[in-house]
């Protein structure tokens, strides 16, 4: 009795493979298990109940043999369930000839997208990628840069000191890179130094403690304002589109003379539309300051300025994509909701 019985759970098992391995989906799965487990007709309870017709030494072992093929059909199930349940969930079985499920591809945030963009342009001018720290000295930050000794930027309220370091502060721009890489290196001098700038901002739509710029210096014999307009025109037109016009107006800042705020004609709608989401109908976008390098800075620097002048710089790179992508809350770029970043890059 005992081995007929150990012989039919023997085929039971096998045939209980046999048909998990042609599931198909989870309906199929609970159907199976049905058969199997189900207390009134299932086939392990169908063995139990032949436990009644075996002779009394037997009953153990029989038992035993039953526990055993029961055990091995209620966890062969459970993992077949647990494999099929994210396939289940994409609506699609276990069924390894299908081609693979499409992962999420990663790509560049906006801010390092048009960082990397406006570094390409530069290194096709054949400029060089010059990066720097961003704790800085007092030295290199204002000193050297021309900044008068009581100019507001030097107040502790607008800039990050580092306590217990009076000379130390986060860069308030990229511009010390300007005043270490030419204290390093003789002219020609042709860089841009692309990072992080740190200023003692609430942050609201268009300010923030933390903010990335790009700043460009050229320095070399017989440099002047038109080798600056040429330039950043270059620069432009490959950027915001070919037919980009730039107009310059006089601007202040304290390591450049002359210096000049630079707007280029709105790339949307080239000011022919009032109702302009880019430009709000004054056909101009306000993107850089520029000048060319005092002479006090290139002294400062140990370049004599009657043998050597040069041009400088410098975008906001948050500007530069709420402009281009009309991103209307600079906050956004920071939230990292994937919503956002995913339309970019
Ligand atoms: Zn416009």
Redesign the pocket.
């Known amino acids: 009795m005992i081995d007929e019985l150990k012989k039919e759970i023997e085929g039971a098992r096998r045939s209980f493979g046999h048909e998990l391995e042609s599931i198909q989906s989870p309906e199929q799965l609970a159907a199976l298990k049905e058969r199997y487990l189900s207390r009134k007709k299932g086939v392990v309870s169908q063995f139990l109940a032949r436990l009644k017709g075996c002779l009394p030494a037997e009953k153990p072992l029989a038992g035993q043999a039953i526990n055993q093929f029961k055990e091995f059909v209620e966890a062969a199930l459970s993992a077949a369930g647990a494999a099929g349940f994210a396939a289940a969930a994409s609506g699609a079985w276990d069924d390894p000839s299908l081609p693979a499920s499409e992962l999420p591809v990663g790509r560049f945030h906006l801010i390092a997208d048009i960082q990397g963009r406006i570094e390409d342009i530069f290194l096709q001018l054949g400029y060089e990628i010059a990066a720097g720290p961003e704790v800085e000295r007092d030295e290199y930050n204002f000193t050297k840069l021309n900044f008068p000794e009581h100019h507001p930027a030097r107040d502790e309220q607008d800039t990050f000191f580092l306590e217990g370091h009076d000379d130390l502060l986060l860069r308030t721009h990229t511009s010390p890179m300007q005043v270490r890489y030419m204290l390093g290196h003789r002219p020609p001098l042709k860089i841009i130094s692309p990072g992080k700038a740190f200023r003692k901002d609430d942050p609201d739509s268009t300010h923030s403690p933390c903010f990335h710029q790009v700043e460009g210096l050229l320095v070399d014999r017989g440099i002047h304002f038109s080798h600056l307009k040429g330039t950043l025109e270059a620069f432009c037109r490959s950027f915001y589109g070919p037919d980009i016009v730039l107009r310059f107006r006089p601007g202040y800042f304290p390591f450049t003379e002359p210096s000049a705020e630079v707007d280029i004609s709105?790339f949307?709608?080239?000011?022919r539309?009032t109702d302009?989401r880019?430009?709000k109908?004054t056909?101009w976008l306000e993107i850089l300051g520029s000048g060319m390098v005092h002479p006090q800075v290139l002294r400062n620097c140990g370049i004599d300025p009657e043998e050597y002048s040069g041009f400088a710089f410098g975008m906001g790179i948050e500007r530069v994509a709420m402009v281009k992508y009309g991103v209307p809350d600079l906050r956004l770029l920071y939230e990292n909701d994937l919503r956002l970043l995913g339309q970019f890059g």
């Open positions: 709105c949307l709608c080239a000011g539309k302009c880019v430009c109908g056909g």
